[in-house]
C-alpha cells in the first residue's frame, strides 16, 4: 500500500537532510527572534478567549499593540495549540519543520497534475524542497510566516486546477481552506502570488476550456471569506497604524536590489545581513540547478508549443528583473509594492517557477528515460545545496523559562516596537510600567491584573485624579468604573490611556472590544465556516449547481 506513495515517501527521506537540525535540543539563531514571543503572545489570547487574537499585551516594549490585527496569524493559530504539549521553544522548531516538509510534496502534487507523471512531479517537489531561499527563510531569516506562504501556495493552484477539471465536494471545499489559509499567513506573499493566481484561473478558463468556472468562483468566495476576519481589518484598518515604519530607512526597497551576480553566479552562503550594493553578507542566489533547469523550459515549448510553459518562463524572468535595481521605475510607479520591503522576496516566484519548469524538462526525452534524468535532477539538487540547510549558531541549553525572562524577555518585547504603533504614538524607549501610574492628584493602585485584551485594577482616590495605564490607546479600548463607562484620553507622547477619577474607591476595568469592520469580518467568517461544515457533512452535495 505505502508503495503507491512511493514519491512522496522520497520526498519525505530528503527532507531529513534540511530538517535535522531542528531535532537538536535548544534552540538556534535567527534574525527574526521573536518567534517565541508570538507564541506565547497567541497562546495568551487563547487562554483569555480573545478569538480571533488581534491585541498582544506584553510586545510594544510592554504597552502591547495590535501585531495579530496585522500580522499573519495561521502559524500562531497552529502554535499557541501545540504550545499545551510541545513547549514555546520546541513549537518554534515545529512550525519551521512543518512548511520546510510540506513545500515538497505540496509542489510535487501540483507539478503531477499539470504535467501529468508522477517523476516530474518529484522533481519539482525536490527542486522546492532544495531551493536556497527556502533555508534563507528557515535557517537565516527565520521567517516563519513566509515559509508556510511558500509551502501552501503550491496547494492552492494544485486545487484549483483539480477543481476546474472536476467539480466535486473535495476539491471545492480543499480549494476553499488551502486558499483561505494562504491568505492569513503572510500579507506580502498574498501581494506577490495573487496576481499569478489570477493569470492561471484566466488559463484555465480559456485555454482548459473548463466548464466548472462557476465552482471556482464559488470556491475562491468561501475561501476568502474564511480569511475575512483577518485579511479586511488587516486592509481597512491599516489607517490605525504607522504603516510608515514598514518602508523607512534599511526597509526601503532601494536598499535592497540584487545583482547578476548574486542571482545566478554566487555559491556564497551567509548569515549577515541584507545591505545597500553587492556586499550582502547573506545569499540571494535562485540556486543551482533550479536555473539552469529553467533555461530547459524553452525547449519545452519550442517542442510542445505549451502556453503554460510560456506563461512560466515569463513569470520567472520577471520575477528575476523585479530583484534587480533595473526595475526601480517598476517599484516608483506601483506604490504598493514598497511594503514588500526587499525587492529579493521575489525570489520566492523565482523558486516556485524553476521548479515547475525544472520538472517538466523530463519531458524533453523518451518516457522510459525520464526517470533515469529526474534520478539525475534529484542528486545534482540535493549534492549542490544540503549544505545550505542548517542554523549558523545553536543555543543548546536555552529553554522557554530563560526565553521568556530577564534580558531576554525584554529583548523581545522592545524588539519591532515601531512596526505597529497606533498612529500617533512615539516609540517607547523604556519599558512600560508593571502597573498604571497616578500622573496627577493622590490614589493608591492595587490588585492590577494585565490580559490580552483587557485589564483590571482597585483604587482608592484621595485627591481627584489623572490615571494613566501601561497600555497604548488603539479603537476600541473602552474603559469602565464601577461598570460604568467612562471617557478616555491619550493626551500623551507615547498616547497611552489615560482617565481622570474623584474621590472615592473603584473598580477600573478595560477591554479591546471590536470595531464595526472587525465585528463584520468575524461575522463573514463564521458564516463561512458554518457553510463548510455544512457542505462537509451534506451527502447529498457531489456537484455545485
Known amino acids: 500500500m505505502l508503495l503507491k506513495y512511493w514519491p512522496i515517501l522520497v520526498i519525505l527521506g530528503l527532507s531529513t537532510l534540511i530538517v535535522w537540525p531542528l531535532f537538536l535540543p535548544g534552540y538556534f539563531s535567527h534574525h527574526d527572534d521573536l518567534q517565541v514571543m508570538r507564541i506565547f503572545e497567541m497562546r495568551k489570547c487563547f487562554e483569555d478567549l480573545q478569538i480571533p487574537c488581534r491585541w498582544v499585551p506584553d510586545m510594544g516594549f510592554g504597552n502591547g499593540f495590535p501585531l495579530f490585527n496585522y500580522y499573519g496569524v495561521l502559524p500562531y493559530y497552529i502554535g499557541a495549540i501545540l504550545s499545551l504539549f510541545l513547549g514555546f521553544i520546541g513549537v518554534a522548531k515545529a512550525l519551521f519543520f512543518m512548511p520546510l516538509i510540506l513545500g515538497g510534496i505540496s509542489m510535487y502534487f501540483l507539478a503531477k497534475e499539470i504535467w501529468g507523471s508522477e517523476w516530474v512531479g518529484l522533481t519539482a517537489g525536490a527542486l522546492y524542497l532544495f531551493a536556497p531561499y527556502r533555508s534563507l527563510d528557515t535557517y537565516v531569516r527565520g ?10 501556495i503550491p496547494l492552492v493552484f494544485y486545487f484549483g486546477l483539480r477543481l476546474s477539471r472536476e467539480s466535486n465536494k473535495s476539491n471545492f471545499i480543499y480549494f476553499s481552506v488551502s486558499l483561505g489559509s494562504f491568505l492569513i499567513t503572510h500579507n506580502i506573499m498574498i501581494m506577490l502570488f495573487t496576481p499569478i493566481l489570477v493569470l492561471f484561473l484566466i488559463y484555465v478558463k480559456f485555454l482548459e476550456k473548463t466548464k466548472n468556472i462557476k465552482a471556482l468562483l464559488q470556491s475562491l468566495i468561501l475561501g476568502f471569506g474564511l480569511s475575512a476576519f483577518f485579511l479586511v481589518p488587516a486592509f481597512l484598518e491599516k489607517n490605525l497604524v504607522q504603516t510608515e515604519t514598514l518602508t523607512r530607512f534599511d526597509l526601503d526597497f532601494r536598499t535592497h536590489f540584487v545583482t547578476v551576480k548574486q542571482l545566478f553566479l554566487d555559491r556564497f552562503w551567509g548569515y549577515g545581513a541584507s545591505v545597500l550594493g553587492p556586499n550582502d553578507t547573506i545569499s540571494f542566489q535562485i540556486g543551482w540547478p533550479h536555473w539552469w533547469l529553467a533555461g530547459g523550459g524553452l525547449l519545452i515549448f519550442l517542442k510542445k508549443r505549451n502556453f503554460l510553459m510560456l506563461s512560466l518562463i515569463g513569470i520567472f524572468l520577471f520575477s528575476i528583473f523585479m530583484t534587480h535595481n533595473k526595475s526601480a521605475f517598476v517599484w516608483e510607479k506601483i506604490g504598493i509594492l514598497r511594503y514588500t520591503q526587499f525587492p ?202
Open 143 to 152: 521567517a516563519i510566516g513566509e515559509s508556510f506562504a511558500l509551502a501552501i
Open 344 to 545: 529579493w522576496r521575489f525570489l520566492s516566484v523565482s523558486i516556485f517557477s524553476a521548479s515547475l519548469i525544472g520538472g517538466s524538462t523530463l519531458m524533453i526525452i523518451r518516457k522510459s528515460w525520464q526517470k533515469y534524468l529526474a534520478i539525475l535532477i534529484i542528486i545534482l539538487t540535493v549534492a549542490l545545496n544540503f549544505n545550505y540547510f542548517k542554523p549558523d549558531k545553536f543555543y543548546l541549553n536555552l529553554t522557554d523559562q530563560q526565553k521568556l525572562s530577564g534580558n531576554l524577555w525584554d529583548e523581545q518585547r522592545k524588539a519591532a516596537v515601531s512596526d505597529y504603533l497606533p498612529t500617533g504614538a512615539y516609540p517607547p524607549r523604556e519599558a512600560a510600567p508593571t502597573k498604571p501610574q497616578v500622573k496627577e492628584g493622590k490614589a493608591e493602585i492595587k490588585n492590577f491584573i494585565n490580559k490580552s485584551n483587557s485589564w483590571q485594577f482597585d483604587v482608592d482616590v484621595w485627591q481627584k485624579s489623572k490615571i494613566e495605564m501601561p497600555v497604548f490607546d488603539f479603537p476600541n479600548w473602552q474603559v469602565f468604573v464601577n461598570g460604568q463607562k467612562i471617557s478616555h484620553n491619550k493626551d500623551n507622547l507615547l498616547k497611552r490611556i489615560q482617565f481622570n477619577l474623584t474621590e472615592g474607591s473603584f473598580k477600573v476595568t478595560g477591554d479591546l472590544r471590536n470595531t464595526l469592520v472587525r465585528t463584520l469580518s468575524n461575522l463573514l467568517t463564521l458564516i463561512s465556516l458554518m457553510v463548510l461544515i455544512f457542505l462537509y457533512y451534506d451527502k447529498k452535495f457531489k456537484k455545485l449547481k
